[in-house]
């Protein structure tokens, strides 16, 4: 057994840790919490394989004895814990010039980063040329097999894929054939994955659990064609959630996510990459953030407020009432109406209301609905193995939400893959702001002038002047979610 450090916990202030890697390489950690929330620390989580190697962590007064011995080909300096110890102690140990952050369930751990790893993340692209041998399904299976899924133990694992399934009308939302790419690559590791989404709080083909299912079907997202199934997250009527908490979360205490999603033990998102008319790009971070929350938590992603109700549509059928857990809702004049003061919030009745009458202010100012994607998004993924996926094609001015889809922006780039989402957004930003503009596309309608740090043309404020995809970056990086900084590795 190698004895790999002694020290005391890096909880508070100014610590030191005699590690086996010589003192020349000791961190100045004494804002350690402060500089890790840029580090992108779950870039590399994953569960440990072999717990049967773990040894105990041993503590008393604050100070800590920490063993390891190399354990697998993908974690060549393993730690092992006894999270009973070490979970008073603190979340995040340092040792030498490695950094390692412990899950507070037990028995899981991640993996170790150096400084440098933290620093900036690996994105894993591939373009869209194909040879009349190998197909972009076949390129796609091969860019996650390098990004490294495989580093995440799926065996007997059930996997949420975080997919849109598209309006019904909209034709740029993903084809299912790149969903079961994923799914099949999650089952050859051992995992159950299962494709899910929650309800929208608007009116259409996807805000109930039924019709969402058949609007999924509709698109072409079966079991037959994806080799799996669909569950809808939050239910049938949108209000099956469970309240998550926010870590840091400054507008939010708690996310209110679907309970599918968090049933799962790992969280795999497969986003299409396109404009976001309220988040200025649609991304994994969006995908995640805004498509997990329940009815309940989209209303407060979206503002914070209450509903209303259309008295021209409502025809006083009092099923929302049997809905409202407050008693909020009254009838005058047999129209319902909503007493604000008892109001929670919970949008479950606009779930009951089949009639469509209950509907919701879509008031969030653009910044602080990019934080709440933001921090939703961290609840969602926070002490769970993730991997994510942007697919760039059919880069729409809109949301897959749309029933219509306008003209793509720029030509198909390709597929990006990697373990953080903030570094993939980033990297899908950069990328199409590089690529040049499809003249007849809603651009030749803009103002064209804006440009981003690199001198390209910034299509997404050009085409949504009022929004600054800039946010979702920045106060990711800000709470810890990732890191903006990418090192773009190509798989032919
Ligand atoms: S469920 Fe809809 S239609 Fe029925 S009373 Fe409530 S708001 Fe009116
Ligand atoms: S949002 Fe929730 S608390 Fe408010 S009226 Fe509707 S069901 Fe009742």
Redesign the pocket.
């Known amino acids: 057994m190698q004895k790999f450090g002694k020290g005391r916990a890096a909880g508070g202030g100014k610590t030191l840790v005699e590690s086996a890697y010589g003192a020349s390489q000791h961190l100045n950690y004494h804002a350690h919490r402060n500089t890790m929330k840029y580090y992108g620390i779950e870039v590399l989580g994953f569960y440990c394989p072999y717990p049967r190697y773990c040894y105990p962590l041993v503590s008393s007064g604050g100070e800590f004895q920490m063993f390891c011995r190399p354990i697998s080909k993908n974690c060549g300096s393993s730690l092992a814990c006894h999270m009973e110890d070490l979970i008073p102690l603190c979340d995040l140990l340092f040792l030498g010039d490695l950094c390692v952050r412990l899950d507070t369930e037990a028995w899981r751990f991640y993996h170790i980063y150096s400084e440098a790893d933290m620093n900036e993340s690996k994105v894993f692209f591939t373009d869209m040329r194909t040879r009349f041998d190998e197909g972009l399904l076949v390129k796609m299976e091969r860019l996650i097999q390098k990004a490294g899924i495989d580093q995440i133990d799926f065996k007997q694992k059930y996997v949420a894929i975080k997919i849109h399934f598209g309006e019904p009308g909209n034709l740029a939302f993903l084809r299912p054939n790149f969903a079961k790419v994923v799914a099949d690559k999650i089952k050859s590791l051992g995992g159950m994955p299962f494709l899910t989404d929650c309800n929208t709080l608007y009116v259409g083909r996807r805000n109930q659990g039924l019709n969402h299912l058949d609007a999924a079907a509709e698109n072409g997202y079966t079991p037959l064609s994806t080799g799996c199934q669909n569950i809808i997250a939050d239910g049938i009527r949108g209000a099956d959630d469970i309240d998550v908490p926010v870590k840091g979360g400054k507008y939010c205490k708690v996310a209110h996510i679907g309970r599918a999603i968090m049933d799962a033990d790992i969280v795999v998102s497969l986003n299409h990459f396109k404009g976001h008319e309220g988040s200025g790009f649609g991304g994994a971070l969006k995908n995640i953030g805004m498509g997990s929350g329940s009815r309940?938590g989209k209303?407060a992603v979206h503002n914070d407020g209450?509903?209303n109700i259309d008295k021209n549509i409502c025809i006083g059928c009092k099923i929302?009432a049997r809905?409202?857990?407050?008693g909020?809702?009254a009838f005058n004049g047999g129209k319902a109406s909503?007493d604000e003061s008892?109001?929670?919030?919970?949008?479950?009745?606009?779930g009951?209301c089949s009639k469509n009458a209950?509907f919701t202010n879509w008031d969030s100012s653009n910044e602080a609905l990019c934080c709440k994607i933001v921090e939703y998004t961290k609840a969602v993924l926070d002490g769970r193995p993730h991997f994510h996926i942007n697919v760039v094609n059919q880069v729409s001015p809109y949301c897959d939400c749309h029933a219509e889809s306008d003209a793509a922006v720029i030509p198909d780039i390709g597929i990006f893959a990697g373990f953080d989402p903030v570094a993939l957004d980033k990297a899908c930003i950069d990328a199409v702001n590089a690529a040049p503009a499809i003249q007849s596309s809603i651009l030749s309608e803009r103002d064209r002038s804006r440009r981003d740090a690199s001198g390209n043309e910034d299509y997404f404020t050009n085409i949504h002047p009022t929004t600054d995809w800039r946010k979702q970056i920045s106060y990711a990086e800000e709470i810890g979610l990732g890191s903006g900084k990418y090192e773009l590795v190509t798989v032919k």
Do not use: E, V
């Open positions: 309940a209303m209450k509903p929302c809905f409202c857990a407050h909020a809702i909503i008892k109001c929670a919030g919970c949008g479950r009745c606009i009951a209950i």
